[in-house]
């Protein structure tokens, strides 16, 4: 709050620039008001393509990409992702973020898989990768490979996620292991 002060400070005395709206976007991310992000990511785009289309980086398009998903405007998110690795094809947070969009909607099934693997091969050992891994696979109604993953990302992971847990009970009640799934369930419902 106190950065979005200042950089309104800024907006009032300097000339509307790329640093300034970008910053504000990325506040507002923090704050988790992504319609506000959502706008000052656009107007930092149309900045940069204007004087600075440098700016307009992977990193740029994937933060702008990851805005739209959190404003549920889906499409527009894929055409960010999209972008981001077209610059960047091996950039790991956004064939994650990609993959793991589609599979938690159901969607494009099998090339989020292909993305999310793409992913987990560059950071073997990355607990939100594998659960996205695991997550594409039940999707994909394979239970069973699934679990190696849901699990590997728990024990990769530093602290205990409610995500990894409720993604685990729902694995094993896709098995038909009732208990291993209340369990699971009561877990991530505990942390």
């Known amino acids: 709050e106190d950065a979005l002060e200042t950089l309104e400070k800024a907006r009032k005395k300097f000339q509307p620039n790329f640093v300034c709206e970008l910053y504000s976007a990325l506040a507002h991310s923090q704050l988790k008001d992504h319609t506000n992000a959502l706008k000052f990511f656009t107007s930092a785009e149309v900045i940069a393509r204007a004087k600075e289309t440098n700016r307009l980086t992977h990193t740029f398009y994937f933060q702008l990409g990851a805005a739209c998903e959190r404003s549920r405007k889906f ?25 793991y969009m589609w599979a938690d909607r159901g969607e494009n099934l099998q090339e989020a898989r292909e993305l999310i693997e793409k992913a987990v091969k560059i950071e073997p050992k990355n607990s939100a990768f594998l659960d ?12 069973q490979e699934a679990l190696k993953y849901i699990q590997k990302a728990i024990e990769n992971n530093e602290e205990p996620d409610a995500t990894l847990y409720e993604h685990l009970g729902d694995i094993f009640s896709a098995l038909h292991k009732t208990d291993q799934a209340r369990q699971a369930f009561q877990k991530a419902y505990s942390i």
């Open 75 to 99: 499409k527009e998110a894929e055409t960010y992702f999209r972008k981001s690795l077209a610059m960047m094809p091996d950039f790991a947070e956004a064939l994650n973020y990609l993959g």
């Open 132 to 143: 996205s891994l695991g997550w594409v696979l039940y999707k994909l109604d394979k239970p």
